[in-house]
């Protein structure tokens, strides 16, 4: 798969729905029945962060759920990608790009969203082959002002704002003509998760997914 293809598969994922929740899951044994929950709430594409030592396991369970598509946030390292992609990740989500990560991605066959922020950053990742891109950390970055200013020099490359977005800022970003979704995790808060409360969970998602775009 060349950065071509995965771009675009990067982007035929992020139009699946206008948000995608971004989980730092501990207990793999909450894996499948928040994966549930959220895709029935409307949002199929679950982006879980390697921040933990359960990620690549509730990768695995998450894999299993109908109609999800489970990637792998934090991708840093080409063992990142490999790791990701023996677990089941369809996709991949990474907070910047370098070259042995577009190499890695290439070589494992999967759909890569690299972080980029500045214009040279942009500039580097179409370089590469890369026209659909992660803009993180968006609220400290200048928001979706500077996604907009972006789109004026660039306007062939679309983004997925993370970091800090929540359900009050993400219609900011969700409409700007350069912005095809947004990645937020407010949608598995923790005293949802240890209570185990899905319907939350999913009544979160179902609010989520009903953000014009």
């Not at 999800?68 to 390292?77: I, N, Q, R, S």
């Not at 947004?182 to 997914?209: H, M």
């Amino acid at each position: 798969m060349t950065p071509a293809e995965q771009s675009a598969a990067a982007r035929a994922l992020c139009g699946l729905a206008p948000i995608i929740p971004v989980l730092v899951v501990k207990d793999a044994a909450l894996a499948q029945p928040l994966a549930r929950a959220l895709v029935a709430g409307g949002l199929p594409a679950l982006e879980v962060t390697l921040r933990t030592p359960a990620a690549l396991d509730v990768i695995r369970a998450m894999a299993e759920v109908e109609g999800g598509v489970v990637g792998a946030g934090t991708l840093l390292t080409p063992a990142d990608v490999k790791a990701a992609k023996a677990a089941g990740a369809r996709f991949g989500v990474s907070p910047g790009l370098t070259e042995r990560l577009v190499r890695a991605a290439e070589e494992e066959g999967l759909a890569l969203l690299p972080g980029a922020v500045t214009a040279s950053e942009v500039m580097q990742a179409l370089d590469w082959g890369y026209d659909m891109l992660k803009f993180f950390p968006a609220a400290t970055s200048g928001g979706a002002g500077a996604l907009k200013a972006l789109g004026g020099p660039l306007p062939q490359v679309s983004f997925c704002p993370t970091g800090g977005i929540t359900l009050a800022s993400a219609p900011d970003y969700l409409a700007l003509p350069n912005v095809i979704c947004a990645g937020g995790s407010w949608l598995a808060p923790e005293a949802l998760l240890a209570r185990g409360d899905w319907a939350g969970i999913e009544a979160l998602a179902r609010e989520a997914a009903g953000l014009s775009r």
